[in-house]
């Protein structure tokens, strides 16, 4: 008998796909930053958030996978 996929394996690679690209996003900014400058542009959230969001999708993307 087939065992059924967890909705957090999907939940997961959607967390990856997304903080890949905000990470992906954050780094293209860094060598070139926008004009006009954000207000607290030099925190950089985009890599902040997009390191977070790819590190939680790799750890329910390996966690819940399909055996």
């Keep these: ?3 059924s996929l ?3 394996f999907f939940s997961g690679v959607l967390l990856l796909v ?8 954050g780094i293209y900014e860094f060598w ?12 950089h959230p985009a890599i902040w958030w997009g390191g977070i969001m790819t590190a939680m ?4 993307t390996v ?3 399909p055996r």
Excluded: N
């Design 1 to 3: 008998m087939r065992e």
């Design 6 to 8: 967890s909705i957090w």
């Design 18 to 25: 997304y903080g890949l690209l905000i990470a992906g996003t």
């Design 32 to 43: 070139h930053p926008p004009t006009p400058v954000p207000v607290l542009y030099q925190l």
């Design 57 to 60: 999708g790799l750890f329910y």
């Design 63 to 65: 966690k819940f996978r």
